[in-house]
């Protein structure tokens, strides 16, 4: 059913744009993908991720299982794990989580780790070390093929997304990241989120380079 619904609403962005080309925004908050060998050190051998519902992109989901991030400063606690499990351990984070724990996390697309800090990670059954991982995720859309070529716009390609209201401004630097199994979706953190103004699944407008 969330499938459907998330392709109900794409086709009708791209149908009623209304001259426009406007994407659904998805506001991401703080949380943890982990790999197999993480996920039993901090919950146990032979344990295995619990879905408890769907995310946006297809085969993505919320997990039952929570953690506490523990930084120089401070720590967070019920930070939710996103699964499917990855190859590599990867906490995304706002600026402000970052400052809260004391620590400084640069600006990566999900993925790219060289050169990330580490960071403390307790689970119920034990506490992990992570030489790295800790970035502040980028702006970024997930499209689909049919998507990128209705936009015009290519993989690995900068945009920008313009947001009206009182608040409003023009958010730059998005990397647009097509996939066969994306589906149409702005993702921000909580930080922009506030700073925006945002609400889950509001539409903004997509402007390209040299359009504005």
Known sequence: MAARVAELVAAQVREFAGGYYRVPVGISARHIHLTRE??????????????????????????????????????IARVRVLGPERPASQVEMSGTDCLKLGID??????????????????????????????????RHIHMTPEDAGWFGVEDGERVSVRVG???????????????EKGRLDFHVDTDDANAFRLKQGQLLELVKEGTR
Do not use: N
């Open 38 to 75: 993480d996920v039993e050190a901090l919950f146990g051998p032979g344990h295995r991720l619990t879905p408890m519902k769907p995310l946006s992109q297809p085969g993505q989901f919320a997990c039952e299982e929570q953690v506490e991030l523990v930084g120089p400063r401070s720590s």
């Open 105 to 138: 996390a640069p600006v990566r697309t999900s993925g790219q780790l060289s050169g990330t800090p580490g960071i403390t990670v307790k689970g119920p059954a034990g506490v992990l070390e992570l030489s790295a991982g800790l970035i502040i995720a980028d």
């Open 165 to 179: 209201g009182p608040r409003g401004g023009l958010m730059g630097q998005v990397v647009i990241r097509v996939s």
